[in-house]
């Protein structure tokens, strides 16, 4: 039986929102597994100078990629998410397919600009030996676009399995094929050429990753109930031309509100990434002007995006999950006339933000360099990025709050809000890279990413607190942040311990990580600090939640993060 033929109160299901969170999560940590191993070997065969040429091509394609496919999957899955309420299966078709032509146009559009200007976005960001890695990856732009349709429309049915199946696909074929290219070619061509192979892998992915969601959408589409197929083949001539000319009309209709309500998304996306393509263009540029060469800037930027960068995505494994689940919840909640329901979602979503930020970011600050010992063998480029990372950890909590706040407020109908947020973020953020990269160098860079971030997050947040009639954060936050802070304490005092006493560096960060996590487990439950039903949001298993309530280790306040 399709999503949308369910009744309202399975749609409307906190724990079915959130457990299907649970799963892209669980899916995603395997997605940065595969990235950070795929990274490690590339990184170590291509060295610096190599990364440097790898990641200005897919930060070029990066930025085209949101243009192309950020707004307009968040605008079908709210499009598909109101629809299913009034259980209308044709009209979702219709929705779908009116996506899948918008998409293609936009994904070719996206991958003939980048094809035909490649050296002129490589000269731009001062970085020639880019330009073939770009060429390489400009098909992507096309089959990421529609591959983006299909997760749209089925994360407006609240399905996120076929997102994550997908993203594995692509994470696995990106591994193989990329480094089986990079392996090839690294003895045969120059560092850029090899760079542009690697590349490479990623497009033979993506397309990989379509055929898999296409396959997905298909095997769905049979499942069709019978009576559904039986009414439609018994209407007559009449009918069936009078639907067809109803359909058509709701197809342009679509395709209209696609583009209405993917275009601020879009902007908003899109200047974020921007954020991120400004580190390249700003730094490398200003980096030069102060004395380094091409070939050194180069080598600093590929250093601080291959090691530091990597890292600090990962949390976001964690985090965008509940960004991708919560914005058709809500949607269909506010549609379905459950207001209640809508700001109580809203409202965990974001505590439970802070749950998963405050321990990632202060985690990964403090032990910046062991965990880069742990994954990378040069030991010059490790104590290079190591204080890079310290800063930029400390971006996790206010990217966090952005993501999911982002996500809310495209859910609550708000869209163009988080433009202006990201505006004020990136006047920020251009503003410091002026005034620090001259004194810090590298360093400016995440400490300007800091601010940024902290800006939009901020701005969001506010924004929020009227639409949900207050969103009381300190008194909720105050047990994690404590719990996260007496825990990372515990941590570092184990390693320095266990250092004393001759324990190897990277058993020591291991045992550290994990008393970090246990002294953190441990606070926020002798604290009571996790209701029942913020336990049962994150997807844990009945007979987990079960054990957790006979011990008396959950809070007995219905709504926890409200208190």
Same mark, same amino acid.
């Given at each position: 039986?399709?999503?949308?033929?369910?009744?309202?109160?399975?749609?409307?299901?906190?724990?079915?929102?959130?457990?299907?969170?649970?799963?892209?999560?669980?899916?995603?940590?395997?997605?940065?597994?595969?990235?950070?191993?795929?990274?490690?070997?590339?990184?170590?065969?291509?060295?610096?100078?190599?990364?440097?040429?790898?990641?200005?091509?897919?930060?070029?394609?990066?930025?085209?990629?949101?243009?192309?496919s950020?707004?307009?999957?968040?605008?079908?899955?709210?499009?598909?998410?109101q629809?299913?309420?009034?259980? #209308?299966? &044709?009209? *979702?078709? %219709? $929705?779908?397919? @009116? /996506?899948?032509?918008?998409?293609? +146009?936009?994904?070719?559009?996206?991958?003939?600009?980048?094809?035909?200007?490649?050296?002129?976005?490589?000269?731009?960001?001062?970085?020639?030996?880019?330009?073939?890695?770009?060429?390489?990856?400009?098909?992507t732009?096309?089959?990421?676009?529609?591959?983006?349709?299909?997760?749209?429309?089925?994360q407006?049915?609240?399905?996120?399995?076929?997102?994550?199946?997908?993203?594995?696909?692509?994470?696995?074929?990106?591994?193989?094929?990329?480094?089986?290219?990079?392996?090839?070619?690294?003895?045969?061509?120059?560092?850029?050429?090899?760079?542009?192979?690697?590349?490479?892998?990623?497009?033979?992915?993506?397309?990989?990753?379509?055929?898999?969601?296409?396959?997905?959408?298909?095997?769905? #589409?049979? &499942?069709? *109930?019978? %009576? $559904?197929?039986? @009414? /439609?083949?018994?209407?007559?001539? +009449?009918?069936?031309?009078?639907e067809?000319?109803?359909?058509?009309?709701?197809?342009?209709?679509?395709?209209?509100?696609?583009?209405?309500?993917?275009?601020?998304?879009?902007?908003?996306?899109?200047?974020?990434?921007?954020?991120a393509?400004?580190?390249?263009?700003?730094?490398?540029?200003?980096?030069?002007?102060?004395?380094?060469?091409?070939?050194?800037?180069n080598?600093?930027?590929?250093?601080?995006?291959?090691?530091?960068?990597?890292?600090?995505?990962?949390?976001?494994?964690?985090?965008?999950?509940?960004?991708?689940?919560?914005?058709?919840y809500?949607?269909t909640?506010?549609?379905?006339?459950?207001?209640?329901?809508?700001?109580?979602?809203?409202?965990?979503?974001?505590f439970?933000?802070?749950?998963?930020?405050?321990?990632? $970011?202060?985690?990964?600050?403090?032990?910046?360099?062991? +965990?880069?010992?742990?994954?990378?063998?040069?030991?010059?480029?490790?104590?290079?990025?190591?204080?890079?990372?310290?800063?930029l950890?400390?971006?996790?909590?206010?990217?966090?709050?952005?993501?999911?706040s982002?996500?809310?407020?495209?859910?609550?109908?708000?869209?163009?809000?988080?433009v202006?947020?990201?505006?004020l973020?990136?006047?920020?953020?251009?503003?410091?890279?002026f005034?620090?990269?001259?004194?810090?160098?590298?360093?400016?860079?995440?400490?300007?990413?800091?601010?940024?971030?902290?800006?939009?997050?901020?701005?969001?947040?506010?924004?929020?607190?009227?639409?949900?009639?207050?969103?009381?954060?300190?008194?909720?936050?105050?047990?994690?942040?404590?719990?996260?802070?007496?825990?990372?304490?515990?941590?570092?005092? $184990?390693?320095?311990?266990?250092?004393?006493?001759?324990?190897?560096?990277?058993?020591?960060?291991?045992?550290?990580?994990?008393?970090?996590?246990?002294?953190?487990?441990?606070?926020?439950?002798?604290?009571?600090?996790?209701?029942?039903?913020?336990?049962?949001a994150?997807?844990?298993?009945?007979?987990?939640?079960?054990?957790?309530?006979?011990?008396?280790?959950?809070?007995?306040?219905?709504?926890?993060?409200?208190?």
């Open positions: 039986m399709p999503p949308f033929a369910e009744e309202p109160k399975k749609l409307l299901s906190p724990r079915r929102l959130f457990s299907g969170a649970l799963f892209l999560t669980l899916a995603g940590v395997a997605v940065k597994v595969l990235g950070l191993v795929y990274k490690i070997p590339l990184t170590n065969q291509m060295g610096d100078e190599g990364m440097g040429y790898f990641n200005t091509a897919y930060t070029v394609y990066t930025l085209f990629f949101v243009l192309s950020s707004g307009l999957p968040v605008a079908l899955s709210l499009l598909v998410s629809t299913r309420v009034a259980g #209308d299966e &044709k009209e *979702t078709d %219709a $929705a779908f397919s @009116a /996506a899948l032509w918008l998409f293609g +146009v936009v994904g070719f559009a996206g991958t003939l600009i980048l094809a035909l200007f490649a050296r002129p976005f490589a000269l731009l960001c001062g970085n020639e030996g880019a330009m073939a890695g770009i060429l390489a990856v400009s098909p732009l096309l089959f990421v676009s529609l591959a983006s349709a299909y997760r749209g429309y089925f407006g049915l609240g399905e996120l399995r076929p997102t994550a199946v997908s993203q594995f696909t692509e994470a696995a074929g990106r591994f193989l094929f990329g480094l089986a290219l990079t392996h090839w070619a690294i003895t045969r061509f120059s560092l850029s050429l090899t760079a542009a192979y690697s590349v490479a892998g990623l497009t033979v992915a993506t397309f990989l990753s379509l055929v898999v969601l296409a396959a997905i959408k298909k095997r769905s #589409d049979r &499942k069709r *109930t019978p %009576a $559904a197929k039986e @009414a /439609a083949a018994a209407s007559d001539k +009449v009918g069936r031309a009078e067809s000319a109803r359909l058509k009309r709701l197809k342009k209709n679509y395709v209209r509100q696609l583009v209405k309500t993917a275009l601020p998304v879009t902007i908003g996306a899109s200047v974020l990434t921007l954020a393509s400004l580190d390249l263009v700003l730094v490398l540029r200003l980096l030069q002007r102060n004395g380094m060469s091409p070939a050194e800037a080598a600093a930027w590929g250093n601080y995006s291959a090691m530091a960068v990597p890292l600090f995505n990962l949390p976001g494994i964690l985090i965008t999950p509940l960004a991708y689940a919560i914005t058709p809500v949607r909640s506010l549609a379905a006339a459950a207001h209640k329901n809508a700001v109580q979602a809203s409202r965990r979503a974001i439970l933000t802070l749950l998963i930020a405050f321990p990632c $970011a202060l985690g990964l600050s403090a032990f910046a360099k062991p +965990v880069l010992s742990l994954l990378f063998r040069d030991e010059v480029s490790v104590a290079r990025a190591a204080p890079q990372l310290s800063l950890a400390l971006s996790i909590l206010p990217l966090a709050l952005l993501t999911v982002n996500a809310l407020l495209q859910a609550w109908g708000h869209e163009s809000f988080p202006l947020s990201v505006f973020g990136i006047g920020v953020k251009v503003a410091l890279a005034l620090l990269t001259p004194v810090l160098g590298m360093s400016a860079t995440p400490i300007g990413t800091f601010g940024a971030y902290f800006v939009m997050a901020l701005c969001n947040l506010i924004r929020l607190s009227f639409l949900l009639g207050g969103l009381p954060l300190l008194r909720p936050a105050w047990r994690p942040a404590l719990a996260c802070l007496l825990s990372v304490g515990a941590a570092i005092a $184990a390693d320095t311990a266990l250092g004393h006493i001759g324990c190897s560096e990277r058993l020591a960060c291991l045992a550290a990580i994990a008393l970090a996590a246990f002294v953190y487990l441990f606070l926020l439950l002798w604290w009571k600090s996790v209701s029942y039903e913020d336990a049962a994150l997807g844990l298993p009945p007979a987990l939640l079960a054990f957790s309530e006979r011990h008396h280790l959950l809070s007995k306040r219905k709504e926890a993060f409200l208190s």
